[in-house]
């Protein structure tokens, strides 16, 4: 996403520079400092995390404790468009503790009796623009976050069915609309506690960054194994499918400015000074220019799915607030994503105008019952950033975990070497399964996450 | 849907009454004024509109002329809720005329030229609250809006793709930017004009009924077969579905308060002066009181799709901008839609607090490709108001369908037979096919559109 977003923001308006012609294919490794996340006692780690003075040191979201860890495999690859790489990830056991909500107390007994009451599996893969702070901080803060709203709501996600009071505290009056309580589910309270997590860690990053001067924003695509439960959660352009025998499933949907269209021009609709005159909340099929003043046009506003056709006005000449499309359009003419972490201080270039109050970090969050699948050895979810997806439709990656598990079943390593094998189809490789040599020029980051143990391990406490 | 917007509306807060007990089943058609739009010649028309001094008399979308019509079958009937039914239909051949977008010329030239350059079909339901005047406003002004919108945009509909400027003129600019063009469809802009028409007649009946000093509103459910398309444009909580032989697919969603929770929090979080301080945007699992406060309590924000948990203050004690679930959902204790026509000038009871705003006329519209369809001779859409749909289940219509349609192939009224037969289903008779004998006390409005005439009929110009 990056690339084109600094395309994009230094020649606003202009054709795109070539492509770079893909890397000889003599050299089956060329990239800079790629770094496998193998599990094999590792220990769960920050992938790539480069050594900047303001960059904290890797931590673990099992609370700085090495835990067995082999249950995700990554591989990714920095496409030299920057010295540091904007893609990062992180992964690790997620420990869940008791803890009463923000009782001082509980803070004093987590001391005293440490050890995890729930535990899970957390993969996070983070796609950085405007440099990599923000990715950075959130592969090193978003499972704080997580673990905290998790455990904050941890007492009514191990009971039946969540507990309308946390405390128990029970109330039955006589009339009926005070009793009738409506059915909330655990899996409603991981939801919660994902969307919060996203939420608390934008606003970690929007103060650090401040407090360093840095600048930023970056995509977040998590996925949580617990309970017997895949929850993934999403804020930006980067996706995750289930790959199994006889079926792909999308597990995410993307967040771009044109996707989000709607939301972003409603928000511009309802605060029109958001836009400070200078761009326009319309949508048009192209650009207008002068001698477009007087014609009818096709047009689109904030509550229209469909296309009108209205007569041109001087101000709809103005720069238009989503303009471009597919890979191209871009929210205010800078942003290619609608919604992530940071990206606080991010103003149209020469104006003031603010990104942020358009950008939502709330993510979407999808649940696969994983414990209500007939688990197949070979069924994996893939998560990767848009530089895969750029290339590779869900298909053509479905193709290639198929036609690679099988063969390499003795293989301890058979799932990073199916992340690197998925990352080496974009690199213009024609001789491949997808056999049709198309090229990516993006970071790209893949994490290969195989099911089948996951149900096995996960979910108890 | 008028029965409870009845119910809440009187006896706020309070349990509902007791069900009618069921009809006894001696009497085969015990219900007021049933009316059937059967086809054979008896051209276009609005069902069972009541001779009140300000209903409009019933007229043609085909302005006014008789033609010939057998494409859609409808039953009505009444539940004897009130007087006049709340329920409105009409259905229509509809015929586009050339009309140039605003153009005083045009006009002319329609009264010159006045044949159809393209026709097509239409199919409506309207279910009104308080009162049926917004419904018999909707049901003769609808089609007319719809028919103008389509006018001004037909031009463009019979492109093999839309042009972006209506005239034809042209821009070639030498800047990339100013040339390249999203691809728009035919098929949206016929969208848009059903996005349009819906908002223009929410307007005409805000006018009548300001006018007149009526009040009331209705939900919206519109079927037009139009170039081997189906549109389905739906405001409210009525419900279009496909039948096949071996499918059943929804072509429209229900919009109340518990589906547009989100958005309508999200406007009281944006405009709180709307809810007046009388209300409280949180949504809890229950309606709160005094021993709850200082719990920690379940809570959902509009922003939140999972559930979390809140210390209660005393602002969270107000009552529930949106209350109940299920079909007992209530709009700031009022409304069980959030989106329809009408509404300009209800407000909660004994306060100033607007509904309208918390209201969409909107509708969402979904579009079944017929012509990409291996039509058989039983593929029906059957639309119908929320009564039959609190009764039955999309796969018991449609079981109902499939057992009907084939033992009654001779019969020229079977369709609308089918349509009595569904509705019969609804009145607690255990010995029909869905054999569990539930009863609906609501007006119930059922169109049975058998498609395959409808794929050689329609979508010439």
């Not at 923001?9 to 060329?30: E, H, I, M, N, Q």
């Not at 976050?145 to 009971?159: I, K, N, P, S, T």
Request: charged share 25%.
């Amino acid at each position: 996403m990056s690339a084109g977003w600094f395309r994009r923001r230094f020649l606003p308006g202009g054709p795109l520079p070539a492509p770079r012609p893909p890397r000889p294919r003599a050299s089956p490794v060329p990239y800079r400092r790629p770094r496998f996340l193998r599990g094999s006692g590792s220990g769960p780690g920050t992938a790539d995390a480069p050594r900047r003075p303001d960059a904290r040191p890797v931590r673990s979201p099992a609370r700085g404790r090495a835990l067995p860890w082999n249950a995700g495999y990554a591989e990714i690859i920095n496409a030299e468009k920057s010295e540091f790489n904007e893609d990062q990830a992180a992964c690790g056991q997620l420990c869940i503790g008791r803890c009463e909500f923000g009782a001082e107390e509980d803070r004093e007994w987590l001391t005293l009796c440490p050890e995890e009451f729930l535990t899970g599996h957390y993969w996070a893969l983070f796609d950085g623009h405007g440099g990599p702070a923000a990715a950075i901080l959130a592969a090193n803060t978003l499972h704080s976050c997580l673990r905290r709203q998790l455990e904050a709501v941890v007492e009514g996600m191990v009971a039946t069915r969540p507990p309308m009071h946390l405390s128990g505290h029970c109330v039955c009056p006589s009339d009926p609309q005070f009793v009738e309580e409506k059915g909330i589910r655990a899996e409603d309270l991981v939801i919660g506690a994902l969307e919060s997590a996203f939420q608390e860690c934008d606003e970690v990053i929007g103060r650090e960054l401040e407090a360093s001067g840095q600048v930023g924003g970056c995509t977040a695509l998590v996925a949580v194994s617990l309970q017997g439960k895949l929850y993934v959660a999403n804020a930006g352009d980067s996706r995750a499918i289930l790959v199994r025998k006889d079926e792909v499933r999308p597990l995410s949907s993307e967040f771009t400015p044109e996707t989000e269209r709607q939301r972003i021009q409603q928000l511009a609709f309802v605060y029109p000074e958001l836009l400070a005159g200078e761009f326009t909340r319309l949508e048009f099929p192209r650009r207008l220019k002068g001698d477009d003043l007087g014609q009818k046009v096709l047009f689109r506003d904030h509550h229209m799915r469909g296309w009108s056709y209205k007569c041109v006005e001087k101000s709809d000449l103005k720069y238009p607030l989503i303009h471009g499309q597919g890979r191209q359009a871009r929210l205010l003419g800078t942003l290619a994503v609608s919604r992530g972490l940071g990206d606080h201080q991010l103003r149209v270039l020469d104006t003031n105008i603010q990104l942020k109050p358009f950008l939502l970090s709330v993510p979407q969050v999808t649940v696969l019952d994983v414990d209500q699948l007939e688990l197949q050895e070979e069924d994996v979810v893939v998560m990767a950033t848009d530089g895969l997806w750029d290339v590779l439709s869900n298909e053509q990656v479905a193709r290639l975990v198929r036609s690679f598990l099988p063969g390499n079943r003795e293989d301890p390593h058979r799932f990073s070497e199916l992340a690197q094998t998925l990352i080496h189809s974009t690199q213009g490789k024609d001789d491949g399964p997808t056999g049709d040599g198309q090229v990516s020029y993006d970071d790209i980051s893949v994490f290969v996450i195989p099911l089948h143990s996951q149900g096995q391990r996960s979910g108890g406490h």
